[in-house]
């Protein structure tokens, strides 16, 4: 089945069509459809100017099955990733069981494969003594692999040193590159602390101050000493959901992110302008790292249209209402954001850069998802944006079942529909 998808903006230019089956883009070009395609379109969609695009990819999402399905499954959150013009997703291994063995690994991977409403993959999860089960995975099966890096306790603990190198010069070795989520927990079990004694009791500490604890210090340690263990071992980093100006300014660069060592990820929820001050913040929008200050999310605009950051995730995390109660240091941190991030960042960021570091940058780095040019032999993951009169979100029309979003009352003035999903 051949479509024709004509009056669309296509690569950023106007009045361009493109012929597309079940799998590949076949021919696309601007201005009048010659015949012969014409002949071959079996339909014709008028996409009445819109802009299309490539289908996006999430590298940073939380699914939640197995294990808390109450909060969400894969067939759940990937329809609201696909609602959102997501059509690509990697998940994270902290679901019960973790995905640290081949095992885990293997039967969420299919899973996915099952149930899930876009292209799925999942990353293993690297705990001690893991390198044996990594050995046992064939690199190709999955886009690389995560590190909680810093973290002592809990299901997805971090390594020691030694045996952290070890497995990230064995990543080096098979080309798998390491996503990390850097925070210093010293520090942070720190700044806890003294909350409590502030406040008098753990209960009594404000979400309010949640960004103070988990702070931008406990961001900047730590991936300094991610990046000091990438270089000693050689292996490709790809710093998760980066928070800070001063991260920013201290480690990354614009360029080529097919030939950087060190890579960075950033949020649509560190990104937002609005939520960038705290006095917009409520205990949802508590998230680890913690959103920071308007010139965090100005420095990390900046960045990512510069290319000093080289992709856009949502790590999306949904939680129950119930469990987002409490205040800075019991509520659960995490906001299921993958339904409306793009739309909402089409307020702020450029669709080109918002595209680029969706499709172009993941790609360069994890080789999945689309490359984020329109061309023939590119995947039929295709998306189209259009502009809308003004749209107020609000949780009645979220699709996971935890049924709410940090993005409630605010307003977006884009659609974005999701055209093809390449078999
Ligand atoms: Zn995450």
Redesign the pocket.
């Known amino acids: 089945m051949n479509t024709l998808i004509r009056n669309a903006r296509i690569n950023g230019t106007a009045d361009s069509w493109a012929l597309y089956d079940e799998h590949t883009v076949l021919a696309c070009g601007e201005g009048n459809v010659p015949d012969d395609i014409k002949s071959k379109a079996n339909r014709t969609v008028d996409a009445g100017g819109a802009d299309l695009v490539s289908g996006l990819t999430d590298m940073?999402v939380?699914f939640r099955e197995p294990g808390l399905t109450r909060k969400g499954t894969i067939a759940s959150e990937s329809r609201a990733a696909l609602s959102g013009g997501i059509t690509t997703v990697a998940d994270?291994p902290n679901t019960i069981p973790a995905t640290t063995t081949a095992e885990a690994l293997r039967a969420k991977i299919e899973l996915g494969h099952r149930t899930s409403a876009v292209h799925y993959n999942a990353f293993f999860g690297l705990v001690p003594g893991g390198l044996a089960e990594l050995h046992k995975i064939d690199p190709k099966e999955i886009p690389g692999v995560k590190i909680f890096l810093g973290t002592s306790t809990g299901s997805m603990s971090c390594p020691d040193d030694d045996e952290l190198l070890e497995a990230m010069r064995y990543c080096a070795s098979v080309g798998l590159p390491v996503m990390v989520?850097a925070e210093d927990n010293g520090l942070i079990a720190r700044n806890a602390e003294e909350a409590v004694r502030r406040y008098g009791s753990k209960e009594a500490v404000p979400a309010g101050e949640h960004w103070r604890i988990r702070s931008a210090e406990a961001c900047v340690r730590a991936t300094d000493r991610a990046i000091e263990l990438a270089m000693r071992s050689g292996v490709r980093m790809h710093i998760?959901?980066v928070s800070t100006a001063e991260e920013v300014r201290r480690f990354f660069r614009p360029g080529d992110t097919a030939s950087k060592q060190i890579t960075a990820e950033t949020t649509a929820m560190y990104l937002d302008p609005v939520l960038a001050d705290p006095a917009n913040r409520s205990v949802l929008h508590k998230i680890n790292p913690a959103i920071k200050t308007p010139d965090d999310a100005a420095a990390l605009r900046e960045a990512v249209i510069s290319g000093a950051i080289d992709t856009i995730g949502t790590?999306h995390?949904p939680h129950l209402l119930a469990d987002k109660q409490g205040g800075g240091l019991t509520a659960a941190s995490g906001a299921p954001s993958v339904q409306f991030a793009v739309r909402m960042m089409l307020e702020y960021l450029p669709l080109d850069v918002i595209v680029r570091r969706m499709t172009a940058g993941p790609h360069a780095i994890f080789g999945i998802g689309s490359h984020g040019t329109i061309e023939p032999g590119a995947p039929s993951d295709l998306v189209l944006v259009s502009r809308t009169e003004p749209h107020v979100i609000t949780d009645t029309e979220v699709i996971s079942p935890c049924g709410w979003t940090p993005f409630a009352g605010r307003a977006v003035t884009h659609d974005v529909n999701v055209i093809s999903l390449a078999h």
């Open positions: 940073h939380h994270m989520h998760a959901h790590d995390a």
